[in-house]
């Protein structure tokens, strides 16, 4: 399974778009990239995933290189609430069995006022 | 509605005793998953099994054991091997196809005391 990195933490002001970022340079062809968040120890929560395009949502966006090999999760307008820890997770294309879910270190942020 | 449900939330263990932590889900999921998480830090792969009677250790496996004797239940016995049990423990599972959202429980809480 791919592994991810991720920044250790960042800050962001109110109202300002929240760009967080995640290297996946092993990631193969069949393999998603996910993001979570965690607030306070509670379980994660999905965001948003995608394979090769760019994909939106209501919460954020994700942007894919063009080689796959790394991502970014956009907040476009972060507030107090969204502080929390971002998970970067790869996860292959299930054939028959699923496989096992790789997490990254997690981004810290911390939105401020 | 459908979902992971873990129980018990908060758990208090004495040295050398063994406790188990239920992990059920109604979604009709293949995969099911148990993850260790110390405060501060990332989360950590113990167990995972993709079909009913089989597993695979993680890469903290050692202290722990699993069953999976039903699609819906993948109970976490913490044994008294265990050296540090004391950590937030988390469940998720995910369907059999790709490209598909990955739930986790809401955690449990192990304290030794």
């Known amino acids: 399974d791919a592994k991810t990195t991720q920044p250790p933490s960042m800050d962001c002001a109110e109202g300002r778009a929240a760009n967080l970022p995640c290297n996946h340079s092993?990631?193969?062809?069949?393999?998603?990239v996910y993001w979570y968040r965690q607030i306070h120890s509670q379980g994660p929560q999905y965001i948003i995933h995608?394979?090769?395009n760019n994909e939106t949502n209501e919460m954020a966006s994700l942007i894919i290189t063009e080689d796959r090999k790394s991502s970014t999760l956009i907040l476009p307008h972060a507030t107090l609430r969204d502080t929390a820890v971002y998970y970067c997770?790869?996860?292959?294309?299930?054939?028959?069995?699923?496989?096992?879910?790789?997490f990254g270190t997690g981004t810290r942020l911390q939105v401020t006022l | 509605d459908g979902g992971i449900t873990q129980s018990p939330k908060y758990l208090f263990r004495k040295e050398g005793q063994n406790v188990t932590l239920s992990c059920e889900q109604n979604l009709n999921h293949d995969a099911m998953y148990w993850y260790r998480q110390d405060p501060g830090q990332g989360l950590r792969l113990i167990y995972y099994?993709?079909?009913?009677?089989?597993?695979q250790k993680g890469d903290i496996a050692e202290g722990y054991s699993v069953s999976r004797e039903k699609k819906e239940s993948f109970p976490l016995t913490v044994t008294s091997a265990q050296k540090n049990p004391t950590a937030f423990y988390l469940c998720?599972?995910?369907?059999?196809?790709?490209?598909?959202?990955?739930?986790f429980g809401e955690g449990s809480w192990l304290t030794v005391v």
């Open positions: 092993t990631i193969s062809g069949n393999e998603y």
């Open positions: 995608g394979l090769k």
């Open positions: 998720a599972s995910i369907p059999g196809s790709s490209g598909n959202t990955i739930y």
């Open positions: 997770i790869v996860r292959a294309q299930v054939t028959g069995t699923a496989s096992k879910l790789t």
């Open positions: 099994s993709q079909i009913v009677n089989d597993f």
